[in-house]
């Protein structure tokens, strides 16, 4: 299980794009085999099929897929965004981090979700996220197991 | 009572807000039934209720359960302020 370890958060990430974005994050899940590209391929068409309902709160989106889409590993990666992007949520509208959630079917899935419910369910955790200038800043808030 | 929460991919989100409406029916001294799934699932699903948000609920229109919409599904307050407002009815 991988929670927002030091290399899958990148802070500074440039993209135009929901689906730029989307494939940003995946990508830091890819690079740490904790899933196969074609999983960041399947969050992408999620977002088409689905629309953005996974925007789930203000400025956070959380694209998955399925863990039969490419899970290696139960993991959650993040980025933040220079400029906010708009995913055309009509209430959450622009994201500005992006946790991309490698799906497994173990309970190592449901540790992981509840970690990062307890991180984003503050909405003072969020200001820091949105605020930090290095990952070393991030750790107070990320808990422990 | 059977309650539904419901996201597009029945993976992650709405394992997210099952665990949210559930620490809330908790507090509300509410025992429920209550699953996660996708959209389409919980379309052909028997149930009292099903919360989802508004962009998924336009797919459940015709299901007889009554729609919760919650927006942040990480807001407890919203989870439950929904939850007392349709519940006492």
């Known amino acids: 299980m991988k929670f927002l370890e030091r290399d899958l958060v990148d802070l500074n990430v440039d993209a135009d794009s929901p689906e730029h974005a989307i494939r940003a994050a995946g990508q830091l899940l890819a690079d740490a085999d904790a899933v196969s590209p074609a999983y960041i391929n399947a969050m992408i068409q999620s977002y088409r099929k689905n629309g953005p309902y996974f925007v789930l709160a203000p400025h956070l989106a959380i694209p998955h897929a399925r863990p039969e889409d490419g899970v290696k590993e139960a993991a959650i990666s993040m980025i933040r965004l220079e400029k906010p992007v708009v995913f055309g949520h009509s209430a959450h509208d622009p994201v500005r981090l992006v946790f991309a959630l490698g799906a497994s079917t173990s309970d190592e899935h449901l540790m992981l979700l509840k970690r990062l419910m307890q991180l984003l369910s503050r909405k003072e955790h969020i200001d820091m996220l949105l605020k930090v200038q290095s990952y070393q800043d991030m750790l107070p808030i990320l808990g422990g197991k | ?89």
């Open chain 2, 1 to 89: 009572m059977k309650i539904l929460c419901v996201c597009g991919l029945g993976q992650g989100t709405s394992l997210i807000l099952r665990m949210n409406v559930e620490t809330v029916l908790n507090e509300l001294g509410v025992t429920a039934d209550v699953e996660h799934m996708d959209v389409s699932s919980a379309s052909s699903m028997q149930a009292d209720y099903i919360i989802t948000n508004s962009e998924l609920a336009k797919s459940l229109g015709d299901h007889d359960a009554t729609i919760i919409l919650v927006e942040n599904y990480f807001d407890q307050e919203e989870i439950k302020t929904a939850l007392e407002k349709h519940l006492s009815q």
